[in-house]
């Protein structure tokens, strides 16, 4: 059984920062890439950065120059640092990662409960 627990959302004033934390547990035998998405409401759930096991990034145009994700492999953790917030950021993030239970397997795919995020004008 793995789980991913996310924490840091909350409410900030539009030009603040938040930072999400993303832990996975449970009997891993590694991860490849771990990604952070949104879900606005009335929108489909979209890909905000993903990093891979390397520390190769992939950033959405719209959080570009703005966001950064990190991942501590030691700790199964993946990071989101968000500054400059917009009131357009206020979305459920959900982390996700890509399990490995042994050398050989394929990854699969597990996601977090999300946790809100909102940004007020």
């Known amino acids: 059984q793995v789980q991913l627990v996310e924490s840091g959302g909350g409410l900030v004033q539009a030009g603040g920062s938040l930072r999400l934390s993303c832990a996975a547990s449970?009997?891993?035998?590694?991860?490849?890439?771990m990604g952070w998405y949104r879900q606005a409401p009335g929108n489909q759930r979209e890909l905000v950065a993903d990093?891979?096991?390397?520390?190769?990034?992939n950033y959405a145009d719209s959080v570009k120059g703005r966001f950064t994700i990190s991942r501590d492999n030691a700790k199964n953790t993946v990071y989101l640092q968000m500054n400059s917030l917009k009131p357009e950021d206020t979305a459920v993030y959900y982390c996700?990662?890509?399990?490995?239970?042994?050398?050989?397997?394929?990854?699969?795919?597990?996601w977090g409960q999300g946790t809100q995020v909102t940004v007020s004008s």
């Open positions: 996700n990662a890509g399990v490995l239970f042994a050398a050989a397997n394929v990854p699969i795919i597990y």
């Open positions: 449970g009997d891993i035998f590694s991860i490849n890439a």
């Open positions: 990093i891979t096991s390397g520390g190769r990034t």
